[in-house]
């Protein structure tokens, strides 16, 4: 969840203090997330309540990503999105997995976000199934 009462910029810092991130400057590297999940400086300075569900959801996006984790499972990442920044976002997945080696886990109901995966597993009937044509 955001921290309601600040900036969709001091949520992004305030995840990488709590989590001792090591940046030359993070203030600019905070900003440099949120744009690239689509936010301008101007949108990065409201409040997270002033911006919009999609909005909200690309800052919780950004504040993960600043945590320079190996890991990152993201929870229908895309749900509140349209389909054009919903495909920048599941494209930003796909650099972290492909260009620096991170593991990018996404539950979806989306099909079109499923088939961007390089692995889909399927939930059928209380098992795991995997879709082997993403292999």
């Known amino acids: 969840n955001l921290i309601t009462y600040m900036t969709a910029l001091q949520n992004v810092l305030t995840a990488m203090e709590i989590t001792g991130v090591k940046v030359q400057n993070k203030k600019a590297r905070a900003l440099e997330l949120l744009e690239k999940v689509g936010l301008?400086?101007?949108?990065?300075?409201?409040?997270?309540?002033q911006l919009s569900g999609g909005q909200q959801q690309?800052?919780?996006?950004?504040?993960a990503l600043s945590c320079n984790v190996n890991l990152l499972i993201a929870d229908e990442p895309?749900?509140?999105?349209?389909?054009?920044?919903?495909?920048?976002?599941?494209?930003?997945f796909q650099e972290l997995a492909h260009q620096e080696d991170k593991c990018v886990i996404v539950v979806t109901h989306s099909q079109e976000v499923a088939k961007m995966s390089d692995r889909a597993v399927y939930l059928s009937k209380k098992k795991l199934v995997v879709n082997e044509s993403n292999i």
């Open 78 to 92: 895309t749900g509140n999105l349209d389909g054009e920044t919903a495909n920048e976002i599941i494209e930003l």
């Open 40 to 49: 301008t400086e101007v949108e990065a300075k409201r409040n997270v309540l």
């Open 58 to 63: 690309r800052v919780a996006i950004a504040r």
